[in-house]
C-alpha cells in the first residue's frame, strides 16, 4: 500500500458566526474571528489517496488526473469565495477548518473514480493551524 | 549600514472592486478577485529598517520593539479586518497588495521613533504573489 | 475524529553531555553536540489534538485556548532557556529531541482540560530532523 | 515508542516511458513527462525510524549515522543521476514517485542496523507532489 | 516606485558539460552536474516588475497577466524538458543557472508589453542556491 | 553583472549581554535574550557574490568551491559553538546578528580568492526575523 499526496491552494474569505447566538456571544466565542464584516485565508489543501501502483505505469493514480478532479469538484466552488454564502456544500454549516475538511472529504469521495482510495484531507488555514480528516 | 527586517503575519477580508465601474466592467478586469461577497488571504508583512548597530547593545534598534510598533500601528488594523470596510488608512482606495503596501508605508512611518530609518516594506498576499516598497 | 493541529516556537540552548562518563567518551558519542559551552536550536513544536467538532462553534477545541494552553505550560519555560539548566521538566534527563518531545507530552497532558484528547507531538529539531510522539 | 525523522536531498533526471508502448501510447499517458530527452526534479527525502530512546543517550539512534547510512546506501545512487539510466536498484522499473519510494525502502532496509526499525520513506518530487510507504 | 513580483515553477534536465573539452576535463571542473545522462531540478523563478500603480485598478501591471506571459514565454519552453537540448534560447550556451537567468530576461524582455519595465530575474536551482539578474 | 547567492545553516547558542552593565540592566533592555544561561538558534546563513559568468562554465564562481569556502572559513568556526565563548571573530563583540552578519562579512573577504566579489551577507536568525549587510 502506498499514500499518494497533492497539494492545492485556494483563498477565501469567512467568518465565525453561529446565528442562533447574540453577537456579544459570538465575539465572546469566536473573538476577531467573528467580524461581521469577514476576513479572509490562503488555504492549503493536501489531499491523499492510497493504493498500488499499477505495474505499467508505476503510478497509484495519475496525479495530474486527481488534480484535475480536485480543483474541480473543490477548487473551484471554493477559490475567491465567501465559505459561508458562496458555497454549495457549506450551507447550514459553522465555517471552521474542521467543517470545512469533512465537507471537503464529502466532496471528493463523491468525485474520486471508485477505483481510487480516499485516505486524508488535510487543510492548512494559516501556516501555524491545519486540522486532518481520515473519514471517520 | 545594515538593514534588519522583521516577518509579521496578518489575515483579512478584500474584494478588488472599483465603484465607479458597473459589475461587468469589474468582472471584466478584476475576474475572481470581483467577488462581491468578497475573498482573502493570509499576508506575510516584512518590514526593513537601516542603520548602524549601537556599540553597547549591538542592535540597530531592539526588534522586540520593532515588532510591538508593526503590531500596534498596523497589524491590530488589518489582522482578522475587511480591507475594503474596516481599515481606516484604507479608505477611499483599491485594496491591490500594491496599495496596501504604499499604505502601510505610511503608517509605519508615522509610527516609527524619529532615528529609526524605514527602509522596505514587502507584502506577501499569497505564496507566489508580493510586492516591495521603498518609499519612494 | 478530526485532528487539529497547533505549531509553536521556542529557541533554547542545550548540549548532549552523559555525566557518568569522560569528556573523551561524550566527544566520541555526541560529537559536535558535546560542546562544553552549549550550542542551540530555533525548535518548532506542533501539537495535535483529536476529537469531534462541537455542533454549535464547529470547532474541536478553540485553537487560540490551546495555543495560551501550550505556551503556559511549556514554551514559557522552555523559550531563551538552556534546557539541561533552566527547564524543571528536563531535570536529570540527557536533552535529547526524543525525550525533550517525551517530556513536553507529559506537561501538555497535565495542561490539557480533561476532555481535550491529545494525539500528537512532533519537534523540528533542524529543518532536517524532528521527532514524533504519540504517548505511548 | 517514538518516530525520528531525518531529511535528505537529491536531485535527478528522469522520464516516465513504457517501453513496451509506443510513444503515442506514451504521450497520451504520460504527456510531458514522457519527454524523451528527460526532464528532472530536486526530490526531498524524508526517512522515518521507530524505536526507544537509550537511557545512556536519550537517541532512538545517532541521526548523524542514520544520516551517514542514508547517503551511502541510497543518496549517492541517486543524487545527480538519471533514475532510468544510472541507477542499479531501479533497472527495468518504471521510474514514478510511487516505484522509486518501494525501491529506497527496500535499500534502507539491507542498509540499516538490524536493531534499528525503518518507519516511513516519505519522498517529494516537486514541491506539492509526494508518496509516503510503510514498507507493506 | 513599487515592485511587483510573481513566483512560478518549472522542473528540467539538464547537464554541465563543455563540448570543447574532453570528459576528463569536464568531470574535474563539473564534478558530478558533468553526467553525461543528465541530472535535474526544480527551479522556482521569480519575475519582478517595477512601475507606478494605476489609479483605477490599483495595479501596477494585472499579476494573472504577467503570469500568463511569463508560461507563454518561458515555462512552456522549459518545463519538463532538457535545458540543453530542448530549448531554443539556450541552445550553444552552458546551461548553468547565470546562464537561464539571463536567457530568461531576454525573452521576457520582448515577451512583456512595452510599458511594462521588467526589474529582476531570481532563479532557484535547489533550495540552497539562486541567481539574481538585473539586466545589465 | 550577475548575482549568486549560497545558503549555509548552523546552529549555536549565544545570549546578549553586556559585561558593563549590572544585571538588572542586561535583563532591562535584552529581556529574555539576557538569559545567563544561555539560549540558541538554527540560523540561516545567505552569502552573495557579483560577476560575469565565465564564457567556458556559465559560472560566475564554482557554487560548491564556494560552499567549501564558507564552510572552512566561518561555518566549522560557528556550528554547534557557544557565539559568546568559542568563536575568535566575536571575542569582545556583543553577539547581536548585526554584529555577527559583518563579523561574518570581514571573514568571507579574507577567504575569497580575489577575483571574487562579495556583495551581501544575510543571516536569518529566527524564520522571522533577518539582517543583510553589504559592507559599507
Chains 1, 2, 3, 4, 5, 6 share one sequence.
Not at 500500500?1 to 453561529?18: P, S
Not at 508505476?58 to 458555497?87: A, P, R
Not at 492548512?124 to 486540522?131: A, K, L
Request: aromatic share 12%; proline share 4%.
Amino acid at each position: 500500500m502506498l499514500y499518494l499526496t497533492r497539494i492545492e491552494h485556494f483563498n477565501a474569505a469567512h467568518k465565525l458566526y453561529n446565528n442562533d447566538w447574540s453577537r456579544e456571544k459570538n465575539e465572546e466565542v469566536f473573538g476577531k474571528c467573528a467580524n461581521e464584516n469577514w476576513h479572509g485565508h490562503n488555504y492549503e489543501l493536501y489531499v491523499t489517496i492510497k493504493g498500488e501502483p499499477h505495474p505499467e505505469t508505476g503510478f497509484l493514480f495519475d496525479v495530474k488526473k486527481l488534480s484535475v478532479i480536485i480543483n474541480q469538484s473543490v477548487i473551484e466552488k471554493l477559490d475567491h469565495k465567501n465559505l459561508n454564502m458562496d458555497v454549495d456544500f457549506m450551507r447550514g454549516k459553522m465555517c471552521s477548518t474542521e467543517n470545512l475538511a469533512k465537507a471537503i472529504w464529502q466532496e471528493l469521495i463523491r468525485a474520486l473514480p471508485p477505483q481510487v482510495k480516499l485516505h486524508a484531507i488535510k487543510l492548512y488555514e494559516t501556516p501555524r493551524i491545519y486540522v486532518e480528516y481520515f473519514g471517520e
